[in-house]
C-alpha cells in the first residue's frame, strides 16, 4: 500500500505553486526517508517557478526546494547500505530540488545520506533549514578556494545575504579580520556579526580601500552580489597575492582591473555537486563543519519572523522574489 504525502508543485512556469498530495518517495540504497520540518526558501526556488534558472536542470512539473530540516523516520522506512543515521535523528541539508530531483518542499523526501548531515544542537529546525545553501556557497568559496587563514583581511560583498552572514560568521571563526558592505539600513546587522560595515552606496571602491588597507587592497573579496559587485571586487583586491571569489559570476566582465595586479579569481557553483553526483560526501562534510560551528556558538543565521505553513508557499516565494524577507524565509510542514 502506497503512503500520500503532501507537497508544494511547480506544475508549469509563473503559474501559482499547486499544494497537492502525490505518492510517498521510497527510498533505495544509500538513501534517508526524511520527514520534513522545515525547507528554506532561496531565490534560486523563485527562479525555477518562474521559468528561469535554466542552470539547476529542473524540468516542470517538479516539487520545489533545496534546503530542510527533519527527522529520519522509522527504520522500516531507512534505506540500505547507510552509515552514520539512524531513525528519530534531527537531521538538515541541501538534496534535492534541482537536477530532476524531488525538492524538499513536502512532508517527506528521499535524500542521498552523503548530502546531510546531524542538526546543530542549537539551532531550531527552521534556523538550521536555513541555513546548508548558504553555508556550503560560504565555505566552498572562503575554505576550498581562497585556504581563509588567520590574520588576512577579508571582504564580503552582501554582509547582510543569505551567504554573505554566513561568510562573515566563517572568516571570523578562521580568524579574519572581517569587512563588509551593504546598503544604509543594513549596516547594523552586519556590524552586529562582528565585521567593519561599509555603506558602499556612500563611499567608493577607491575610498574603502584606501581608508581600510592603505590602498593595498583585501587579501580576500567574497562577491555574493555579481554584476557590476564582481567588477568592484576586482578593484578592491590585494596585488599579487589576492584572491577574487564570486558565487553570482556568470556575466560577462573585464579581467583586465584582475591581470594588472596579477591576482586570481575563483567561480564558486554549489549545485554541481548534485547534478553531477561528484563530491556529494564533501557536502556532508561542510555540514558538519556548519554544526560545530554553530554548537560552538560561532554561527548563526537570520530567520525571517514570519510563519509559512504549505498553503502558504506562493506568498513566501513572493516575499523571496521581492526580497521582503528580514532574514531566510521558511516553510514550516511541521510547526514549531
Given at each position: 500500500m502506497k503512503h500520500s504525502m503532501l507537497a508544494a508543485i511547480a506544475e508549469s512556469a509563473q503559474s501559482p505553486l499547486?499544494?497537492?498530495?502525490?505518492?510517498?518517495?521510497?527510498?533505495?540504497?544509500?538513501?534517508?526517508?526524511?520527514?520534513?520540518?522545515?525547507?528554506?526558501?532561496?531565490?534560486?526556488?523563485t527562479k525555477i517557478a518562474a521559468g528561469a534558472g535554466a542552470h539547476a536542470r529542473q524540468t516542470l512539473p517538479a516539487v520545489l526546494g533545496l534546503d530542510l530540516a527533519g527527522t529520519v523516520v522509522e527504520v522500516v522506512e531507512v534505506g540500505e547500505a547507510v552509515d552514520g543515521f539512524t531513525?528519530?535523528?534531527?537531521?538538515?541539508?541541501?538534496?534535492?530540488?534541482?537536477?530532476?530531483?524531488?525538492?524538499?518542499?513536502?512532508?517527506?523526501?528521499?535524500v542521498d545520506a552523503r548530502l546531510i548531515a546531524v542538526k546543530p544542537q542549537t539551532l531550531s529546525m527552521?534556523?538550521?533549514?536555513?541555513?546548508?545553501?548558504?553555508?556550503?556557497?560560504?565555505?566552498?568559496?572562503?575554505?576550498?578556494?581562497?585556504?581563509?587563514?588567520?590574520?588576512?583581511?577579508?571582504?564580503?560583498?552582501?554582509?547582510?545575504?543569505?551567504?554573505?552572514?554566513?561568510?562573515?560568521?566563517?572568516a571570523k571563526a578562521r580568524g579574519a579580520d572581517v569587512y563588509a558592505t551593504g546598503s544604509a539600513g543594513s549596516l547594523d546587522f552586519i556590524r552586529s556579526l562582528g565585521a567593519t560595515a561599509i555603506d558602499y552606496q556612500a563611499q567608493s571602491v577607491e575610498n574603502y580601500v584606501e581608508h581600510y588597507t592603505a590602498g593595498e587592497g583585501f587579501d580576500i573579496v567574497y562577491d555574493t552580489v555579481g554584476g557590476s559587485t564582481l567588477d568592484?571586487?576586482?578593484?578592491?583586491?590585494?596585488?599579487?597575492?589576492?584572491?577574487?571569489?564570486?558565487?553570482?559570476?556568470?556575466?560577462?566582465?573585464?579581467?583586465?582591473?584582475?591581470?594588472?595586479?596579477?591576482?586570481?579569481?575563483?567561480?564558486?557553483?554549489?549545485?554541481?555537486?548534485?547534478?553531477?553526483?561528484k563530491g556529494r560526501e564533501h557536502h556532508g562534510a561542510i555540514l558538519r563543519e556548519a554544526a560545530a560551528l554553530a554548537n560552538a556558538g560561532q554561527l548563526t543565521i537570520r530567520v525571517d519572523q514570519q510563519h509559512f505553513a504549505p498553503q502558504d508557499v506562493n506568498e513566501a516565494f513572493r516575499q523571496v522574489a521581492e526580497g521582503r524577507g528580514k532574514g531566510k524565509t521558511v516553510i514550516e510542514f511541521v510547526a514549531a
Open positions: 499547486a499544494i497537492r498530495h502525490i505518492d510517498r518517495p521510497v527510498p533505495g540504497k544509500g538513501q534517508v526517508l526524511v520527514k520534513v520540518h522545515a525547507a528554506g526558501v532561496n531565490p534560486l526556488d531513525p528519530g535523528q534531527e537531521v538538515f541539508g541541501m538534496p534535492g530540488g534541482i537536477g530532476g530531483a524531488q525538492g524538499t518542499m513536502a512532508e517527506y523526501i528521499a527552521r534556523e538550521a533549514a536555513a541555513l546548508p545553501l548558504v553555508f556550503i556557497t560560504a565555505w566552498e568559496g572562503l575554505v576550498d578556494r581562497a585556504n581563509i587563514r588567520s590574520g588576512q583581511r577579508v571582504l564580503i560583498h552582501g554582509g547582510a545575504g543569505g551567504v554573505g552572514q554566513v561568510a562573515v560568521q566563517l568592484a571586487s576586482f578593484k578592491a583586491v590585494k596585488a599579487y597575492t589576492g584572491h577574487v571569489l564570486s558565487c553570482l559570476g556568470w556575466g560577462q566582465h573585464s579581467l583586465a582591473p584582475l591581470s594588472f595586479k596579477s591576482a586570481t579569481y575563483s567561480g564558486v557553483f554549489t549545485l554541481a555537486p548534485l547534478l553531477t553526483g
